[in-house]
RNA sequence: GUAGUCAUAGCUCAGUUGGUUAGAGCAUCGGUUUGUGGUACCGAGGGUCGUGGGUUCGAGCCCCAUUGAUUACCCCA
């Protein structure tokens, strides 16, 4: 007899770890309404021609695939047929995995019906074949919200709003918002010569935080790149506080080409949009991110006390609809890592104590009698918002009592002979465990009061 | 794909240089108490020591293989 488990990466969330993952996300969900954000769900899988080329080929790598239903293998013959060549004609299908790839299939699929600017969010698993470690899941959660149809800055400053509202909301105020711009990137790489390694080496710069200069110059020369253009990079990789003077400083170290005079000009004007306003804002040379879509601004936040990688990313991205041949439609979007930010939430016990009760009050019925009394009155208790439940069975007190302790259970109203003949129940507060009788119509008036 | 660590009760883990019948806490169930819990005391059930092979008089412990978990690299939320 084996035990049950499930696939690695993935995991159980008990009824505890879904409250918490709960209040997160309605937390997140509030704060994109707010900025006017309407819901979408996309299916679980989507048609591999879609997925495939959207993430690199690392990401193809990651994508789980799905095998074709009924006798898919009756018409192949395995002679014909590598490991490769084969997957194409038995799989059509494959999970999710990302949220944004779905959203551009859909705006494109349905752009005669939704109106332009489109706001929406979206929060759903997504599925990546990866190695999983701390903090990487082969199913978690992305809570994504994008705006398409413009090109805006205002979306830019309304997400770095949106993350510290979120964030503030969550109690959780040791984090950076790091911001870049793909093209800035673009520009140094020009400036050094290199373009060609140009992916490659936004790859390495991106690992800054944890190689540091050093490494990252180690790596740039194992590249082939020489002295004068690795220093070059690296004079680009430091972090500094987002404002005029310092942006001022990175137009005089740039070239003079298309790509950073459109940088420049991005930032500064979301440096205006923010009105000054820059707190737990960053400007980071070294932020880069690995999907290929991005075109514009990169956003990315990361928790500044716990050793966690990023909780939540985004960018602009010019073109993600034109693959699926719709031109034209610029789009932004970010994206929340919530089981990130639930485990560093866990670690610096930033979850509210209260409302962890799913019932308030429990009816425990101590003969079979008791329970035509007891459900109309919980019933009422019910139709006052008050979650109430009837122990299902007239077992011993103690085993009754021991229920309600179990699940945090405030309230137990005690229900017997010597109750229903007088209408006096036996109310008892679980925390003091002071207990009075109550009058039967004053059951629900008592809890309502609270 | 590469490398390290680990695998003993439902859970968290002890288990001495290899030595008799593998232990504890928590959880579960029963009792002290037939209607009063969360604190106390008593008791019970629960194990092919991940799996397969080897060394040995003897293996939870040593060796090999295998599976799984976990951490780091690559990449990413």
Same mark, same amino acid.
């Given at each position: ?49 879609t ?70 969010y ?5 599925w990546?074949?990866?190695r ?23 979306? +830019? ?10 964030? #503030?909301k969550? %109690?959780?105020? $040791?984090?950076e918002?790091? &911001? ?32 540091g ?16 253009q ?50 737990f ?16 601004c990169?956003? +990315?936040v ?9 909780? #939540?990313?985004? %960018?602009?991205? $010019?073109?993600?609809?034109? &693959? ?26 930033l ?12 009816f ?33 007190l ?33 925390l ?19």
């Amino acid at each position: 007899m084996s035990k049950p488990s499930i696939p690695r990466g993935t995991r159980d969330f008990g009824p505890k770890i879904m409250a918490k993952r709960k209040y997160i996300l309605n937390t997140i969900e509030k704060v994109y309404q707010s900025f006017g954000f309407m819901p979408l769900e996309t299916p679980s899988m989507e048609n591999l021609s879609t997925l495939t080329g959207k993430y690199g080929a690392e990401g193809d790598q990651l994508l789980f695939k799905i095998l074709n239903s009924g006798d898919y293998l009756k018409d192949i013959n395995s002679d014909k047929f590598d490991s490769k060549s084969l997957t194409p004609l038995i799989s059509e299908k494959g999970l999710r995995y990302d949220l944004t790839v779905p959203l551009a299939r859909y705006v494109v699929m349905n752009q005669n019906e939704v109106t332009f600017p489109f706001k929406r969010y979206q929060m759903q698993p997504v599925w990546r074949a990866d190695r999983p470690q701390k903090g990487r899941y082969r199913e978690f959660w992305q809570c994504d919200a994008d705006v398409l149809g413009t090109n805006s800055l205002l979306c +830019e400053a309304d997400f770095i709003k949106i993350y510290r509202q979120v964030f #503030s909301k969550l %109690g959780l105020n $040791d984090f950076e918002i790091r &911001i870049n711009h793909r093209k800035l990137l673009e520009a140094v790489v020009e400036k050094a010569d290199v373009s060609v390694h140009f992916k490659t080496i936004t790859i390495i710069i991106d690992k800054a935080d944890k190689i540091g200069m050093d490494g990252v110059k180690n790596e740039l020369i194992a590249l082939g790149l020489n002295d004068v253009q690795s220093t070059i990079i690296l004079s680009l990789l430091n972090k500094q506080a987002f404002n005029a003077a310092n942006l001022e400083a990175i137009q005089h170290a740039l070239p003079d080409t298309e790509n950073a005079k459109k940088a420049m000009s991005d930032l500064n004007q979301l440096l205006n949009l923010l009105d000054q306003k820059t707190d737990f804002v960053y400007l980071d040379g070294s932020l880069a991110r690995g999907l290929d879509y991005y075109t514009g601004c990169i956003l +990315e936040v990361v928790p500044t006390s716990v050793q966690m990688g990023s909780i #939540s990313g985004g %960018g602009r991205y $010019d073109d993600l609809t034109g &693959i699926f041949g719709l031109k034209g439609i610029s789009g932004i979007g970010i994206s929340f890592g919530i089981d990130r930010i639930y485990d560093v939430m866990e670690e610096l016990n930033l979850f509210p104590t209260d409302g962890t009760n799913f019932t308030d009050v429990l009816f425990c019925c101590m003969d079979e009698s008791a329970f035509a009394y007891s459900l109309p009155l919980a019933d009422e208790l019910r139709l006052n918002g008050i979650k109430t439940e009837v122990y299902p069975d007239t077992s011993k007190l103690k085993k009754q009592l021991d229920y309600a302790n179990a699940k945090n259970i405030l309230w137990a109203v005690i229900v017997g002979e010597n109750e229903m003949k007088n209408n006096q129940l036996a109310l008892k507060n679980l925390l003091t465990g002071e207990q009075e009788l109550i009058d039967k119509m004053a059951l629900t008036v008592f809890f309502q009061k609270l």
